[in-house]
T-cell receptor, first 115, second 111 residues
Framework: DSGVTQTPKHLITATGQRVTLRCSPRSGDLSVYWYQQSLDQGLQFLIQYYNGEERAKGNILERFSAQQFPDLHSELNLSSLELGDSALYFC??????????????FGPGTRLLVL | DAKTTQPPSMDCAEGRAANLPCNHSTISGNEYVYWYRQIHSQGPQYIIHGLKNNETNEMASLIITEDRKSSTLILPHATLRDTAVYYCIVRVNSGNTPLVFGKGTRLSVIA
């Protein structure tokens, strides 16, 4: 158990819909990363937040957005869903980035199926 | 793109050492070598990392060549539960560097 929690575990929805994925980092971790894993693209970085602020952006679509709240949990919002958005979505957390050796610990993921 | 090259698959007999190679010939002086694994569709699990010295923890050992252009992850006594995809990743240890995953090595531990 990494200490990172994600809900829900599974999500089935239809094209055009909007969903929200939730991530709670390890206790004391300030930074949250979101990754997407699809069959054809592998594990890809989407976006990073640190203490409520966006820090880095990867291959995140404009239809996707994220935020980190004062209690440090993060939400990934996916809108206008397409079949190709079906994937596993993972979040990872770290402590203070840039201070010492930063290791990312991953949650169990949310499996999204768009029908 | 990932900066590492790994064999796509390997087999290992249960109880034997599993040696997973990784080539990172373009590694920079400030980049660390990280290893993660992913069992089935679970979240990637951190194994070990190192800069230039060999490292060992309760899960594995990491051997980095002197020129740092390649490394080997060693699982000393592989079990069936070690069957997974193993990812070798090079990255700097700064606050804004996400992990860049390649295709990894699919290790199958055989009874």
């Amino acid at each position: 158990d990494s200490g990172v929690t994600q809900t829900p575990k599974h999500l089935i929805t239809a094209t055009g819909q909007r969903v929200t994925l939730r991530c709670s980092p390890r206790s004391g971790d300030l930074s949250v990363y979101w990754y997407q894993q699809s069959l054809d693209q592998g594990l890809q970085f989407l976006i990073q937040y640190y203490n409520g602020e966006e820090r880095a952006k990867g291959n995140i679509l404009e239809r996707f957005s994220a935020q980190q709240f004062p209690d440090l949990h993060s939400e990934l919002n996916l809108s206008s869903l397409e079949l190709g958005d079906s994937a596993l979505y993972f979040c990872a957390s770290t402590s203070s980035p840039g201070h010492g050796q930063e290791t990312q610990y991953f949650g169990p993921g949310t499996r999204l199926l768009v029908l | 793109d990932a900066k590492t090259t790994q064999p796509p698959s390997m087999d290992c007999a249960e109880g034997r050492a599993a040696n997973l190679p990784c080539n990172h010939s373009t590694i920079s002086g400030n980049e660390y070598v990280y290893w993660y694994r992913q069992i089935h569709s679970q979240g990637p699990q951190y194994i070990i990392h190192g800069l230039k010295n060999n490292e060992t923890n309760e899960m594995a050992s990491l051997i980095i060549t002197e020129d740092r252009k390649s490394s080997t992850l060693i699982l000393p006594h592989a079990t069936l539960r070690d069957t997974a995809v193993y990812y070798c990743i090079v990255r700097v240890n700064s606050g804004n560097t996400p992990l860049v995953f390649g295709k990894g090595t699919r290790l199958s531990v055989i009874a």
